[in-house]
């Protein structure tokens, strides 16, 4: 029988489909690419595979925007290639998550069609459709139902000119959202998850799922939100960000989908603004709604006011702060996930550590150490494990994603400063995340025999997963190193977390706790030598460590020293 908590000692890894491995040279990746390569995402050890949507879709937001939940996109190739996905991956011991992306459709799905056909229809209200606002002229605009902005600039309603309605979309237009008040609409998805289980699927990761839920009135009504700065719209989050019927939505989901089948499943909500106090309810397993959620405290922490793009540092102490307070907040109820980036964030190395040639590879790796070694289950993006950096874009015409290319025009139309707004981009946009996978040192890394569909790294030259292949100093040795060790460790699962140097602007340092065993981590995350006096952990044995002579606890760290001591 298998632990209900397995999960606890797993480390998840992510693929994102169309930058991973491209078979047929058409310059995206698709799922023979990923069957390709699928040793070396056994080599890592990891225990699970998230992989990002590769449903039938338009692709206005590469694959986000479903236009058929149950078929893969001819792109990424066929069901019988998920199939061997499966199978490929089950043979080697790996699950498979799949993305669960049910806030919204594409516009282009059979569901809106027939919902957009009428006002009549059957499914109109499968979707949020709202009048103009009254006296306001329709399809001007300050007429759409309330002020609440879109996630990619500009208003979140839609004006249908031939049912004389406004449609709702928190993403682009293209992403209709679904109305979830609606007991059909949640039985179809709770249907379509359950044909994906009978498929062999191990689990999901439910996009934007605390978005599920809209603060509506007995009426139907929909309220505004405070004005943004700046802006004519409003921030319409307080209305749908963990609205009122969300954690009976999730409940109903797992009673409906995963409650009394066989198997070992893993579920994550990924939950942008959500609280810990939330979170406690969410992951609560007595309450029975996710496993775990994906949090989004540490990676707002440098954004200023204007939201992402508005740049601002990131201190050390604060990204502490944050996660320490998580792992508290969680230890006696709940369960964290841990991630430094996935396809919508910077690159871990450019953003929390140093991607200098002289740095890049041991502060891949100390950062590696870090979030490894907390409690939780990692997750692991495509590159990171070869230290992947941010693209040097040069120009706008090099991006492909939505949300970049929508900020920089709306920027423009606004008359603000488009200089900051590119700078923002390049350091907070998501195609950072987004170039092909780095395999070799050929021309375009090995992703493709064709034309990429986003710039290859210049870098790949030098870091790529062949250079690494067979070196035991590798950032790839040593994420192989880590994931070994969660598995071979129950301190590392299981154990207490106690922060160490709360202050401390430089160091990272903690111990983990569990049935007599001690660990504890000490990590230097900045590029010159920081003094550090730990006592009493002399005589203790050296886990693992980013350097080949590690110095322990007291003296003097160097850059990006790392080490994890057990006693
Ligand atoms: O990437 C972001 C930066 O602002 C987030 O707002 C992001 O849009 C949010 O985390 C939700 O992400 C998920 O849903 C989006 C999709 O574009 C992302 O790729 C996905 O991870 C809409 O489906």
Redesign the pocket.
């Known amino acids: 029988s298998i632990e209900p908590d397995w999960w606890k000692s797993a480390v998840v890894y992510q693929i994102y489909p169309r930058s991973f491995a491209d078979s047929n040279g058409d310059g995206v990746g698709d799922i023979p690419g990923i069957l390709s390569r699928l040793d070396h995402v056994a080599s890592l050890g990891v225990d699970v595979v998230w992989l990002s949507p590769v449903y039938r879709s338009p692709m206005d937001?590469?694959g986000?925007?479903i236009s058929d939940y149950e078929d893969v996109d001819p792109l990424f190739g066929s069901l019988a290639d998920l199939d061997a996905l499966i199978a490929g991956l089950h043979e080697r011991g790996i699950k498979l998550v799949m993305d669960l992306?049910v806030?919204?459709t594409s516009d282009e799905h059979a569901w809106f069609v027939e919902s957009r056909s009428s006002r009549e229809s059957p499914k109109r209200d499968w979707y949020w459709w709202r009048p103009a606002r009254e006296g306001a002229v329709a399809g001007q605009p300050g007429a759409e139902p309330t002020n609440w902005a879109s996630?990619f600039s500009g208003p979140a309603w839609h004006w249908d000119e031939a049912t004389g309605e406004y449609y709702l979309h928190l993403?682009s237009r293209k992403?209709p959202d679904l109305n979830w008040e609606n007991p059909e609409v949640r039985q179809a998805v709770y249907a379509m998850m359950r044909r994906w289980l009978d498929r062999g699927v191990d689990g999901f990761r439910m996009?934007?799922v605390n978005l599920l839920s809209k603060d509506v009135g007995a009426d139907g009504s929909l309220r505004d939100g405070e004005a943004l700065p700046g802006q004519a719209l409003g921030d319409g989050t307080p209305f749908y960000m963990g609205g009122p019927r969300i954690h009976e939505f999730l409940h109903e989901m797992h009673m409906e989908v995963f409650a009394g089948r066989d198997g070992a499943f893993l579920t994550v909500g990924?939950m942008?603004g959500v609280t810990i106090e939330q979170a406690r309810l969410f992951t609560d397993a007595e309450r029975r709604e996710v496993d775990m959620v994906f949090q989004?405290e540490h990676v707002d922490l440098d954004s200023g006011p204007a939201g992402?793009f508005d740049l601002a540092p990131m201190d050390l102490v604060e990204l502490k702060t944050s996660l320490n307070r998580w792992q508290e907040g969680l230890a006696d109820v709940g369960w964290n996930s841990l991630y430094w980036n996935?396809?919508?964030?910077p690159r871990a190395v450019s953003r929390f550590g140093d991607d200098s040639p002289q740095w890049r590879t041991l502060s891949a790796k100390a950062l590696g150490t870090v979030l490894h070694l907390h409690r939780g289950t990692p997750y692991v993006y495509q590159g990171e494990e070869i230290g992947m950096a941010n693209m040097p874009f040069t120009s706008d015409t090099e991006l492909r994603d939505i949300?970049s290319i929508r900020h920089l025009a709306d920027v423009a139309a606004r008359h603000e400063d488009t200089d900051a707004a590119w700078q923002g981009v390049l350091v907070k946009g998501?195609d950072n995340a987004r170039t092909p996978m780095q395999w070799d040192a050929s021309t375009n890394a090995g992703f493709t025999t064709g034309d990429p569909w986003l710039g290859v790294n210049p870098d790949h030259a030098s870091v790529n997963v062949a250079a690494q292949q067979d070196d035991p100093d590798s950032v790839l040795a040593h994420y192989r190193r880590l994931v070994a060790l969660r598995h071979d460790e129950p301190v590392v699962a299981h154990g207490d977390f106690t922060m160490l140097l709360p202050e401390h602007p430089r160091l990272y340092v903690f111990t983990r706790d569990h049935d007599g065993v001690e660990l504890l981590v000490v990590a230097n995350l900045c590029s010159e030598d920081t003094e550090i006096g730990i006592e009493g952990w002399d005589d203790a044995e050296v886990l693992l460590g980013t350097y080949q002579d590690p110095r322990g606890a007291s003296g003097i760290l160097r850059p990006w020293e790392a080490t994890v001591l057990r006693r």
């Open positions: 937001d590469n986000y925007d992306v806030n919204h996630f993403f992403q996009d934007v990924e942008p989004f992402k996935n396809h919508d964030q949300e998501r």
